[in-house]
């Protein structure tokens, strides 16, 4: 079974450009979350998909990030403009379904340094 | 709010054992364990659930003590392969189910 895939591993932008990661989950997972770990931290979660809709966004910077899952399937996550805390490894997840006994499997994330 | 994990970092000799401790204010539903190596992805270990059902590997066991929100995660007879962060992600009870919300990691260190 294929794992979650990202895209692109690494990232090097200046401060104020925009950015965008993809992410393709495990195929069936009807949930999909983006994390951002920044390090010597936990992973924090930025926006919860089920499916296509928007399950929390609570802690997503809705002015800077941006989020969508096309047909339910694959998401992009985008940054713009970006600042530098925003340097962290973002973490796409996905789980078979959006409850608490599913767990979740994370994928290589994709390493963001802004200078 | 940040579950706390206890201790931030242990080190042990192969064949050692150690606990990891998990420590919430909040009333939770469900207590996930996962572990992560140094530049990879997060690797989920285990489940354990309000009502006492567990789900996870066969050689990792932990416990959930709901009336005080805690967990605890139990390595037996470390392996080299143990080592790496272990995190606990906790699922309040009242938020969006798999919602997770991470505590700051314990590294866990095992030396031949």
């Known amino acids: 079974e294929a794992g979650v895939a990202q895209s692109p591993r690494y990232k090097i932008i200046e401060k104020r450009q925009s950015v965008a990661f993809w992410c393709n989950p495990i195929?069936?997972?009807?949930?999909l979350y983006w994390y951002q770990q920044i390090l010597g931290q936990g992973p924090k979660l930025l926006i919860q998909?089920?499916?296509?809709?928007?399950?929390?966004d609570s802690q997503l910077p809705k002015d800077r990030f941006s989020a969508e899952r096309l047909k339910g399937v694959d998401s992009t996550l985008k940054i713009q403009p970006a600042k530098l805390e925003d340097s962290a490894v973002y973490l796409c997840?996905?789980?078979?379904?959006?409850?608490?006994?599913?767990?979740?499997?994370f994928g290589p994330g994709t390493r963001l340094t802004v200078t | 709010q940040q579950p706390v994990q206890s201790p931030q970092a242990v080190i042990l000799r192969e064949g050692e054992d150690a606990v990891i401790n998990c420590s919430s204010s909040?009333?939770?539903?469900?207590v996930h364990w996962y572990r992560q190596k140094h530049g990879e992805a997060p690797v989920f270990l285990m489940i354990l659930l309000k009502g006492g059902e567990q789900k996870g590997h066969e050689k990792i066991s932990a416990s959930f003590n709901e009336k005080k929100q805690q967990s605890s995660l139990y390595l037996t007879a470390s392996q080299l392969s143990y080592s790496g962060t272990y995190f606990c992600g906790t699922e309040e009870r009242g938020t969006s189910y798999g919602k997770l919300t991470f505590g700051q990691g314990t590294i866990l260190t095992v030396h031949p």
């Open positions: 195929s069936g997972h009807a949930t």
């Open positions: 997840a996905s789980s078979f379904t959006g409850t608490g006994a599913s767990e979740q499997y």
């Open positions: 909040k009333a939770l539903y469900s």
């Open positions: 998909f089920q499916n296509n809709g928007v399950v929390d």
